[in-house]
């Protein structure tokens, strides 16, 4: 494996603009993003070791092991490392026993030279809301972009402009779902936040209510990139 300079952890709710922000990071600098969920569905359609333990945790009724989702993360990082310098881990780790299972694998010797940063996005639960109403994602997992649009604008079959994959949008961007939602969140997410602020790694915290291009360039000034 060819070694890894920089790690990026993502941690914000649904709409936050973690995917957004993780495209811009993707075509500026040529990033590797891992969607967890996405990368979770793979497995399972490709039938691969990993996805049929998943497919049975999820068939059962039980949570993906953190042993489980870490061999799947490491897996991916391997792949990845190869063409790429930088990595965004988005919707992962979840919880404290996964951002420690990931602390055990980041301590090995081949990620000496990595540097972990940590990503809070921070952003008022009402936009949030606001924001999942009006979302529309590409359906192409390789590009995943992201748009916004009223629902009752959209006369016909909105189509994605980076690669003309065929934008939808998801069931659980839809209202009623997203309290739920965002309360599952906070349950997670608050202590995670809470022990990585105390933990050594660099944090950035941004504010992802402003504009897009807005809150990259904070991004790339916190993490002296050029972009
Ligand atoms: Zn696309």
Redesign the pocket.
């Known amino acids: 494996m060819k070694p890894l300079k920089d790690i990026y952890i993502f941690i914000g709710p649904p709409g936050s603009g973690k995917g957004s922000l993780s495209h811009l990071c993707k075509k500026t600098f040529g990033w590797a993003h891992l969607s967890t969920g996405n990368l979770c569905r793979q497995h399972i359609a490709r039938m691969t070791d990993i996805g049929m333990q998943i497919d049975h945790a999820i068939k059962s009724g039980k949570l993906i092991s953190d042993d489980l989702m870490i061999e799947m993360v490491y897996q991916w990082i391997q792949e990845v490392a190869e063409a790429s310098q930088g990595i965004i881990l988005d919707g992962f780790p979840r919880t404290v026993s996964q951002a420690r299972a990931l602390d055990t694998l980041f301590s090995q010797e081949k990620f000496n030279n990595s540097t972990v940063t940590i990503v809070a996005m921070n952003i008022h639960d009402d936009n949030v809301i606001d924001r999942l109403r009006t979302r529309f994602v ?1 359906q ?1 997992d390789s ?1 995943q ?1 992201v748009y916004s649009f009223l629902p009752s604008q959209v006369k016909q079959q909105p189509i ?1 402009q ?2 003309n ?1 065929i934008l939808i949008q998801r069931v659980d961007d839809k209202s009623d779902v997203v309290y739920e939602r965002l309360k599952t969140y906070h349950h997670y997410a608050d202590d995670l936040l809470e022990y990585y602020r105390s933990s050594v790694c660099k944090m950035i915290d941004l504010n992802v209510e402003l504009p897009l291009d807005t809150v990259f360039q904070a991004f790339i000034e916190s993490t002296g990139k050029l972009a």
């Open positions: 590409c192409n590009c972009a994605c980076e690669c994959s």
